[in-house]
């Protein structure tokens, strides 16, 4: 499968942004979808994540309130609308696929399988 993710972009503090990331190779339906970032000179670490159905969500404190994801099976691609920016927010994002059967939604780096390249989003202060 294959993950290529857009949207990234520069924006002052309290704008917001939507990223976006398509899906190739296998049915989007099959995967439990997460978003992750990385700042620099730290961890990659987790932001949200939505299981196949898209009943089942999960966020890190960090973002609840301010951040949305969502996917479209049919479009074969997964969303995060970005709201009331930070300069913090500021990272490389990153979208993760998990092939699964379960119901859950996955929050560990190691759970996925499989990565886009990355999208830059810059919040300025």
């Known amino acids: 499968v294959q993950l290529v993710e857009s949207g990234g972009g520069l924006v002052q503090a309290g704008g917001s942004l939507r990223l976006s990331c398509v899906v190739s190779g296998r049915t989007l339906g099959t995967y439990a979808m997460g978003w992750f970032r990385q700042a620099p000179g730290k961890e990659r670490v987790f932001v949200a994540a939505i299981n196949r159905s898209g009943a089942y969500i999960s966020y890190a404190d960090s973002v609840k309130g301010r951040f949305t994801i969502s996917r479209d099976n049919a479009k074969s691609t997964v969303y995060l609308q970005m709201n009331s920016l930070k300069p913090e927010d500021t990272a490389v994002y990153y979208c993760?696929?998990?092939?699964?059967?379960?119901?859950?939604?996955?929050?560990?780096?190691?759970?996925?399988?499989?990565w886009g390249q990355g999208t830059q989003v810059t919040v300025s202060s």
């Open positions: 993760a696929a998990k092939a699964n059967i379960s119901y859950r939604t996955y929050s560990g780096e190691s759970d996925y399988d499989s």
